[in-house]
C-alpha cells in the first residue's frame, strides 16, 4: 500500500462591494517598550448583512509585534488559513457564522499586541481585508480603520521594589496550549527593601488589567476552576510595608478543552476497483487552538500524520475502515470514520 500526497488549493472569491468596514477600537495607543496592549476589531456594517468575515491587519514589525487573535463576536466559528506573521508584519484572521447572515454591528476579534522598542507604528486594516454574504464582497475599502502606536523607552526599575515572579504547575509555560480548564497559579517576591503587606491580583482576558482582588502578604498560590476556552491572563501586583507598589505581572494561559469541530471525510463516490486509487479529502477548523494537523489510520493500522487531498493507492480488493482524526494544538482529537468497498478488477 503506498500513500501518496495530492497538493491542491481553493480560493476564496467574492465578487463587487458594499459599504459595511471593519473598525478599530483606539485612535491611539500609548505604551512602554515591553508593554501589551490589545486592540478590538468591530465590524460596522452600515446597512449591509455578513456571514463571513476576515481581516488584514498591517503592522511595522520591529515597533510592535501581534501575540494572539481570539475572535469574540457573531463570527465565532474560526476560519481556515488564520495566521500571524510577525516578519513581515500581518495578522491574517478569518471567521464566519453557521446561522443567517447578521444584519447588525458586532465585535469581531481581540488582538493583543507587544511593543518592541522606542518608536511609533500604524496598525491598519488592509485593503485585502474581506466582509462577505453569501460569495457577495460587502466590504468598503475606501474606509479602512488605523491606530497609532507610540512606543517610549521603559521606565527604570524602582529602588527597593520586590520582583515578582508567577509560576503555574497547571500550564507549564505561557505558550503551549494545554486541554486543562482547572488553573493552578503560585508567585515570590524577592529583592525588596520591604516586606509585602498585600497582593492584588485579577484573572480575565484582558493582557493589562490593574488587577483589583487583595490578597494577604502572606499568600502565594491561588486556582481558578472549569476556565473557559481561550487565551487568560492572570495579573498580580504587590504593595510593601512602605507602601511601594510594584509594577503588575501579565501571566498567559492558554485552554482550550474541546476537540476540533465535526468534520467529514470526502472520499471518491463511484465504485473502486482494484488499482485504483481512493481520493480522500479532509479538513475543519477548531475555535481555540487551531487545528495542528491530521491523522490517518486504515483498518487496525496505526495513525499516522497525513495530509489533505490525499491519494490512497495498491488497495486489494475488499473493504477498509478509514479513520481521520483531527489533531488541535492542545491534543483535542476529533475522530471521522468511513468504509471503502474495493472491488476486483475482473
Keep these: 500500500m503506498i500513500l501518496m500526497l495530492v497538493i491542491g488549493s481553493a ?3 467574492a465578487q463587487a462591494a458594499g459599504s459595511a468596514t471593519f473598525t478599530l477600537s483606539k485612535e491611539n495607543v500609548a505604551v512602554e517598550s515591553g508593554e501589551s496592549f490589545d486592540l478590538e476589531v468591530g465590524i460596522n456594517l ?18 510592535v509585534r501581534a501575540q ?9 466559528r474560526s476560519a481556515p488559513g488564520n ?6 508584519g500581518k495578522v491574517y484572521w478569518g471567521g464566519f457564522t453557521l446561522d443567517d447572515s447578521v444584519p447588525e454591528n458586532s465585535s469581531f476579534a481581540k488582538v493583543t499586541f507587544q511593543s518592541q522598542k522606542e518608536g511609533n507604528a500604524t496598525i491598519g486594516v488592509s485593503s485585502d481585508s474581506k466582509l462577505i454574504s453569501d460569495g457577495e464582497e460587502k466590504m468598503n475599502s475606501g474606509k479602512l480603520g488605523k491606530t497609532r502606536v507610540s512606543v517610549s523607552k521603559a521606565s527604570a526599575p524602582v529602588e527597593g521594589l520586590s520582583i515578582l515572579t508567577v509560576n503555574s504547575s497547571s500550564h507549564i509555560n505561557d505558550f503551549d496550549w494545554y486541554s486543562n480548564n482547572n488553573v493552578e497559579v503560585s508567585w515570590t517576591s524577592a529583592g525588596g527593601n520591604s516586606a509585602v503587606k498585600e497582593y492584588f491580583y485579577s484573572f480575565d482576558q484582558s493582557s493589562s488589567t490593574d488587577p483589583s482582588t487583595r490578597l494577604d502578604g502572606s499568600e502565594t498560590k491561588t486556582s481558578f476552576k472549569d476556565v473557559k476556552d481561550g487565551i487568560h491572563y492572570f495579573h498580580i501586583k504587590a504593595v510593601q510595608e512602605d507602601g511601594k ?3 503588575t505581572v501579565h501571566r498567559k494561559v492558554k485552554v482550550d478543552v474541546s476537540a476540533p469541530n465535526a468534520f467529514e471525510a470526502t472520499f471518491a463516490d463511484k465504485q ?31 495513525f499516522q500524520p497525513q495530509q489533505s ?3 490512497i493507492e495498491d488497495l486489494d480488493p475488499g473493504t477498509y475502515f478509514i479513520r481521520v482524526a483531527a489533531v488541535d494544538r492542545a491534543g483535542n482529537v476529533r475522530l471521522y470514520g468511513k468504509s471503502v468497498r474495493v472491488y476486483p478488477n475482473e
Excluded at 494572539?68 to 465565532?76: C, E, F, I, R
Excluded at 495566521?83 to 513581515?88: E, H, L, Q, R, V
Excluded at 485504483?276 to 493500522?301: L, P, Q, R
Design 46 to 63: 452600515s446597512g449591509e448583512s455578513v456571514d463571513t468575515a476576515r481581516v488584514v491587519l498591517t503592522f511595522d514589525p520591529s515597533v
Design 272 to 302: 473502486i476497483l482494484e488499482n485504483e486509487s481512493v481520493y480522500a479529502i479532509f479538513a475543519t477548523t477548531d475555535d481555540a487552538s487551531g487545528v495542528k494537523g491530521y491523522k490517518m489510520s486504515i483498518n487496525d493500522s496505526e
Design 245 to 247: 507598589e510594584t509594577k
Design 83 to 88: 495566521f500571524i506573521d510577525n516578519k513581515s
Design 68 to 76: 494572539s487573535v481570539v475572535l469574540n463576536g457573531a463570527y465565532n
Design 309 to 311: 487531498p490525499l491519494e
Design 11 to 13: 480560493p476564496l472569491n
